[in-house]
């Protein structure tokens, strides 16, 4: 993952970009200085949370953070990742690393579209599930303080 100039670096590199711009974009200040900045292992965690957030809804769950922070997954830097990882899949099965799923001479090389965005059915219909799920993300404590855990789940 260090080395940017493989597939997989370049891919994180620009994933970190996306996620801290997104962060700067939607915090406050000091907020995005405590979670982004200030110590590598939190701001990863927070990083994989925004993904995760943004997955995670497109599947009808509602995950948590402590502290909440604002709703990212429609922000319009997600097309840049989504343009970045089709990008990268697309080249590596044309470079023969991965193997394109689906009929021969067409697709998208195996890589299902983005979910339609909130509010949009995209023509397809999507059943309710009974519940919606929920995980949480808890911050360590602020200045000084011990963490207070990675992952905490919350009731239902």
Known sequence: LADRKTPLG???WIFTAITDTIAWNVLPGPLFQRLFRQDL???SMFRN????DRILRSLNC???SHPELPGTSNHPLWQAWDLAVETCLTSLADSGYLKRSGS???GNGGVAPPAPADGEDGGATREEPPSRARATVVAPAGEGGAPSGARKPSAA
């Open 10 to 12: 370049e891919l994180n």
């Open 41 to 43: 292992l939190v701001a």
């Open 49 to 52: 949370f925004l993904l995760a």
């Open 62 to 64: 509602s995950p948590t």
């Open 104 to 106: 021969a001479g067409g």
